[in-house]
T-cell receptor, first 114, second 116 residues
Framework: GESVGLHLPTLSVQEGDNSIINCAYSNSASDYFIWYKQESGKGPQFIIDIRSNMDKRQGQRVTVLLNKTVKHLSLQIAATQPGDSAVYFCAENAGGTSYGKLTFGQGTILTVHP | GAVVSQHPSWVICKSGTSVKIECRSLDFQATTMFWYRQFPKQSLMLMATSNEGSKATYEQGVEKDKFLINHASLTLSTLTVTSAHPEDSSFYIC????????????FGPGTRLTVL
């Protein structure tokens, strides 16, 4: 699992490699998950989302996998590019009366080397 | 579409003063806006949920008298940090929802607050 701390996990890859960023969530009631990309000094940018009735969803160069059994979410980025360098956050929504409220994960710093 | 702006993008103020940050949905009406705070190298922490025409709902540990939120219209919410202190220095980010579901939330570019 992840906890809030001062040192974000980091992932360094070479340009062209595939990247996998992982996220553990704690609320078994969460039914909607989103991956965001945040560049330095900017707000989060939506990448891809997935609902709890799915275990995989694909976008352009990105794939999100959801394993509800172990409460794990991953983001796969194909052919990673230097422009993909940023902090990546997963976020979850518990649904119900909490609809709209997002709980963010710790974040992972992705650095892509040319 | 679905653009959210914040103003100012950065602000420096003296300790004890109040600072107002605006969050606007530029091309849609937002019944709900959220305010987050982000410290360096940390994640976003939800501060409060703001619904148009009603009082904001604050998360546990967030002082409502210190962080005043007003959501006077469907396109504008403001966060006022009252009597700011250096520990309030942070990156404040708002988001706005276009509909009922969580999948319609759009984030602003953030406001960097530095309290001297």
């Amino acid at each position: 699992g992840e906890s809030v701390g001062l040192h974000l996990p980091t992932l360094s890859v070479q340009e062209g490699d595939n990247s996998i960023i992982n996220c553990a969530y704690s609320n078994s009631a969460s039914d909607y998950f989103i991956w965001y990309k945040q560049e330095s000094g900017k707000g989060p940018q939506f990448i891809i989302d997935i609902r709890s009735n799915m275990d995989k969803r694909q976008g352009q160069r990105v794939t999100v996998l959801l394993n509800k059994t172990v409460k794990h979410l991953s983001l796969q980025i194909a052919a990673t590019q230097p422009g993909d360098s940023a902090v990546y956050f997963c976020a979850e929504n518990a649904g119900g009366t909490s609809y709209g409220k997002l709980t963010f994960g710790q974040g992972t710093i992705l650095t892509v080397h040319p | 579409g679905a653009v959210v702006s914040q103003h100012p993008s950065w602000v420096i103020c003296k300790s004890g003063t109040s600072v107002k940050i605006e969050c606007r949905s530029l091309d849609f009406q937002a019944t709900t806006m959220f305010w987050y705070r982000q410290f360096p190298k940390q994640s976003l922490m939800l501060m409060a949920t703001s619904n148009e025409g009603s009082k904001a709902t604050y998360e546990q540990g967030v002082e409502k008298d210190k962080f005043l939120i007003n959501h006077a219209s469907l396109t504008l919410s403001t966060l006022t940090v009252t009597s700011a202190h250096p520990e309030d220095s942070s990156f404040y980010i708002c988001s706005a929802k276009t509909g009922r579901g969580p999948d319609t939330q759009y984030f602003g570019p953030g406001t960097r607050l530095t309290v001297l």
